[in-house]
């Protein structure tokens, strides 16, 4: 389509749209493959966009939701990280009187501990 010329979204183009969307297509490679601009494409077709992505994790996010139940080991931790935010990264801790420091803290603490009994 040239410049200037009026867009009339069709159902056509807004499936393909979101197929291409939904596959990771990129917005400018989308673009190309429908000959039209990028500004035109986000105007006319943005919730075709979103709703193929939203169709994507959909189907994807339900597999690996049945495969984590299932007991598949890589797919539970996937899930635990990022859905669950959590991180295969321990910190060391240390507890003193009830209260848990992460070790870099320790000898700031114990430094001032040492102060406050010279006095």
């Given amino acids: 389509m040239k410049q200037g010329e009026h867009h009339e979204p069709t159902p056509e183009i807004t499936a393909l749209v979101e ?13 190309s493959l429908i000959d039209m601009s990028l500004k035109t494409l986000r105007k006319y077709y943005t919730p075709a966009m979103l709703k193929g992505k939203a169709k994507a994790n959909k189907e994807i996010g339900g597999k690996l939701y049945r495969q984590a139940m299932e007991g598949n080991v890589t797919s539970l931790i996937w899930w635990s990280k990022s859905q669950m935010k959590w991180s295969g990264e321990v910190e060391n801790q240390t507890i003193i ?21 010279d006095c």
């Fill in 19 to 31: 197929e291409y969307s939904g596959v990771g297509i990129s917005q400018e490679q989308i673009c």
């Fill in 97 to 117: 009187n009830n209260i848990t420091l992460p070790d870099e803290k320790i000898g700031e603490v114990l430094k001032r501990l040492m102060e406050k009994d």
